[in-house]
């Protein structure tokens, strides 16, 4: 009834001009759906490896659980790291940088799968001025480490962090667009809502264990990040302290696979 009435008040000239628009609309929407398939085709084209099926494992998770991150390995602290953690019965998730993928490097990462930890995208080069150029150059440069993902591990983890995180001078201008990309490839993000400070300034083991334990209290389904970079040698020699407090605290330690993925609301 009411639309009756709307449509009474309109002349046929109106009407049809409206038609018209709508048409228009319709024929445009669909030019730019052709367009976005075309660049897809295009992406996968340039990017053949860019492509994951990230899932969430779904698990009822423990009251108090926690995921414990180290990036910019493997290296020799890693071999450390994975020593303690089986020590302690923890688990851990590693974000890899593909430039330490050596020989070596390729034997550590295998063992922490061997031994349940969980490997995830941290880039290439992890040099922030080239990766963060364009939203361009981070796909060439996560290609390359995804690459080497499906060489020796035969396919490429669904998880990534940005280096530095998602919130930068460098990512910030580029950050939307690269969310949305990676998305669309079915990789899911995670930056960290605890933070050890272990690669910043002078780090002391009293600074990283306060860093950790004057915050995590407040986090829900906390994720620590700490590194196993060459030079994060007092994260190695502190780590048995903080599994310590941890599993004293009442924390279980899970693998991000078992996270919904994360990203600075910021
Ligand atoms: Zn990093």
């Known amino acids: 009834m009411v639309a009756a009435l709307l449509l009474a008040n309109f002349s046929i000239t109106e009407w049809t001009k409206i038609t018209a628009r709508q048409a228009e609309r319709k024929e ?8 976005v398939m075309a660049e897809n085709v295009t992406m996968e084209r340039d990017y053949p490896n860019l492509h994951a099926k990230g899932k969430v494992t779904k698990q009822d998770l423990p009251e108090k659980v926690v995921f414990l991150t180290f990036d910019d390995g493997p290296s ?11 020590e302690y019965n923890a688990c851990a998730t590693f974000f890899v940088i593909g430039e330490n993928l050596t020989e ?7 063992r922490a799968l061997e031994e349940g930890h969980m490997l995830g995208m941290h880039t290439e080069t992890h040099r922030y001025e080239t990766i963060y150029h364009s939203v361009d150059s981070f ?6 480490l995804a690459a080497r993902f499906v060489e020796e ?4 983890p669904a998880i990534y962090r940005f280096p530095g ?5 460098y990512i910030n201008p580029i950050k939307e667009e690269l969310k949305e990309n990676l998305q669309q490839r079915g990789f899911l993000g995670y930056d960290w809502t605890v933070s050890g400070e272990d690669s910043v300034g002078t780090p002391t083991a ?4 306060n860093n950790i334990f004057d915050t995590i209290a407040s986090r829900e389904r906390p994720i620590i990040l700490l590194h196993d970079s060459p030079c994060s040698n007092l994260t190695a020699d502190v780590l048995p302290e903080i599994l310590e407090k941890l599993i ?4 279980t330690f899970m693998t991000l696979q078992y996270r919904e993925p994360y990203l600075f609301p910021w």
Request: charged share 30%; glycine share 8%.
């Open 153 to 156: 591990f035969g396919e490429c």
């Open 104 to 110: 070596e490097g390729v034997k550590i990462a295998r």
């Open 165 to 169: 995180g998602s919130y930068s001078n």
């Open 139 to 144: 796909l060439t440069d996560y290609d390359k």
């Open 76 to 86: 020799r602290n890693t071999v450390r790291i994975l020593d303690t953690l089986k």
């Open 206 to 209: 009293t600074s990283i264990k």
């Open 248 to 251: 004293a605290d009442g924390y």
């Open 28 to 35: 445009a929407q669909a030019v730019l759906q052709e367009q």
